[in-house]
T-cell receptor, first 114, second 114 residues
């Protein structure tokens, strides 16, 4: 079946511009996660959505980062006024329910801020 | 919060030899330990996981062992093949209905030399 999809696969932007990254989770998965992976580093948790509950935004690094999830499915991660240190791979994952721990990852969006 | 340390950061083995990657965690409440494989340009894929009520789990050439007393767990790959070359991440998650956040190690780049 279809896995987690993300778009765009690559994004190059200029410092100061806003970017939007999209995630389509596996159909029926209620939990959705965003992570950031900097070069040579592990995965840094950013934000978590579960159904209609308020999201856990505790991992967002600054108020320039925001995310929403519409209709309990597609999610968009927005970075405003991008900085060079925002350059990274942004990964989205989903799981059937949060108590089912297996998270399935998308291929990621590679963001480069010039 | 949870802290996961992973060693080594890089590992080179000859094809056919075994590879072992070790992780330690800090939160004694953690009870779920997945391993992910990330190939170049792709998102992480779950390859095996273990829960704290099990000491060892095996799936063909891959095995994971868990020592809860010492708070460490290891990934063992036997009869390595070139296609095993990738970055491997360990992770840990505490128990509890509200616990959903995986904490990842920084990854091990495995190179299998033909």
């Amino acid at each position: 079946g279809a896995g987690v999809s993300q778009s765009p696969s690559n994004k190059v932007t200029e410092k100061g511009k806003d970017v939007e990254l999209r995630c389509d989770p596996i159909s029926g998965h209620t939990a959705l996660y965003w992570y950031r992976q900097s070069l040579g580093q592990g995965l840094e948790f950013l934000i978590y959505f579960q159904g209609n509950s308020a999201p856990d935004k505790s991992g967002l690094p600054s108020d320039r980062f925001s995310a929403e999830r519409t209709g309990g499915s597609v999610s968009t991660l927005t970075i405003q006024r991008t900085q060079q240190e925002d350059s990274a791979v942004y990964l989205c994952a989903s799981s059937l329910v949060p108590q089912r721990e297996t998270q399935y990852f998308g291929p990621g969006t590679r963001l480069l801020v010039l | 919060g949870e802290n996961v340390e992973q060693h080594p950061s890089t590992l080179s083995v000859q094809e056919g030899d075994s590879a072992v990657i070790k992780c330690t965690y800090s939160d004694s409440a953690s009870n779920y330990f997945p391993w992910y494989k990330q190939e170049l340009g792709k998102g992480p894929q779950l390859i095996i996981d273990i829960r704290s009520n099990v000491g060892e789990k095996k799936d063909q050439r891959i095995a994971v062992t868990l020592n809860k007393t010492a708070k460490h767990f290891s990934l063992h790959i036997t009869e390595t093949q070139p296609e095993d070359s990738a970055v491997y991440f360990c992770a840990a998650k505490p128990e509890g209905a509200g616990s959903y956040q995986l904490t990842f190690g920084k990854g091990t780049k495995l190179s299998v030399i033909p």
